[in-house]
């Protein structure tokens, strides 16, 4: 019901930034918790962030705080991660995923996420 296409990922020397978009359709985003996940190789999918129904409440991973930003923009139907000061330890393909929760208790379990894209590759050189 809810597809999912993220874009913005590529190639990037440590200390820089980008941004990467979800788009969605199928249905209004405005249900859904959003949120992002990542995944290098020979680990498991980690939360990277998450967001609420209208952006009011926002959370993120330990590894992130203070360099990546999560947004959302309900009339555009599309979710953000602004990454700065990008670390080679950010190397992962990065995945956008929908919730719809009762509640944002469990936003950081990629178990609890319904929806999710195909990913998008975001490498970091040294």
């Known amino acids: 019901q809810v597809q999912l296409v993220e874009s913005g990922g590529g190639l990037v020397q440590a200390g820089g930034s980008l941004r990467l978009s979800c788009a969605a359709s199928?249905?209004?985003?405005?249900?859904?918790?959003m949120g992002w996940f990542r995944q290098a190789p020979a680990k498991e999918r980690e939360f990277v962030a998450a967001?609420?129904?209208?952006?009011?409440?926002?959370y993120a991973a330990d590894s992130v705080k203070g360099r990546f930003t999560i947004s959302r923009d309900n009339g555009k139907n599309t979710v953000y991660l602004q990454m700065n000061s990008l670390k080679p330890e950010d190397t992962a393909v990065y995945y956008c995923?929908?919730?719809?929760?009762?509640?944002?208790?469990?936003?950081?379990?990629?178990?609890?996420?319904?929806?999710w894209g195909q990913g998008t590759q975001v490498t970091v050189s040294s």
């Open positions: 995923a929908a919730a719809r929760f009762y509640s944002g208790s469990y936003y950081y379990n990629p178990l609890r996420y319904d929806y």
């Open positions: 967001i609420s129904w209208s952006g009011g409440s926002t």
């Open positions: 199928g249905r209004a985003i405005s249900s859904y918790y």
